[in-house]
């Protein structure tokens, strides 16, 4: 592979790591060793993490003031009972350990932010999270290539 086809693969992993964390991790699976994956995928996801909590705030006020019809929070719905149960549930805990897989990384940091005023104690437990979701999923493959070889 090339210097610049590395390069470019490189930004996708940490690009799409910071926004669809899932999205990067597959990029870093499949044309990444182990470590160097893990490394960028993890860089990637906590760029996005604090890039959210610190602009998020901005971009939420920019897209109620937009399209405020789409994004007003007067209508009750599914999603938002989804979310009320989850705050009342577990809270920052359970948002954090589901932010990585399933909500995405800035669906819920934004989400942290509105119920959790310190920013700091939201990058650590999305940070935490995040971790042990990459060293989950990263030595998940190391483990599988040493049983199964290619």
């Known amino acids: 592979m090339g210097e610049w086809a590395l390069f470019l693969l490189l930004s996708q992993v940490v690009f799409w790591s910071s926004i669809k964390y ?6 870093a699976l499949l044309y990444l060793p182990v470590f160097q994956g893990w490394l960028y995928s993890t860089l990637g996801g906590f760029l996005g ?4 909590v610190f602009v ?3 971009i939420q006020n920019f897209l109620i003031s937009r399209w405020p019809r789409l994004f007003s929070n007067s209508r009750f719905n599914k999603k938002n009972r989804f979310l009320v149960k ?7 805990l359970v948002v954090s350990l589901l932010t990585p897989l399933i909500l995405s990384i800035p669906l819920g940091c934004l989400f942290s932010v509105t119920f959790v005023q310190n920013r700091w104690k939201v ?3 999305q940070s935490i999270s995040l971790l042990l979701w990459s ?4 030595a998940g493959r190391y483990y599988l290539t040493k049983v199964f070889p290619i």
């Open 86 to 92: 989850i705050r009342q549930k577990g809270g920052l």
């Open 22 to 27: 899932l999205v990067g991790v597959g990029l």
């Open 123 to 125: 990058i650590v437990y």
């Open 49 to 52: 993490i604090l890039m959210f």
């Open 56 to 58: 998020g705030d901005r």
């Open 135 to 138: 060293a989950f999923i990263f």
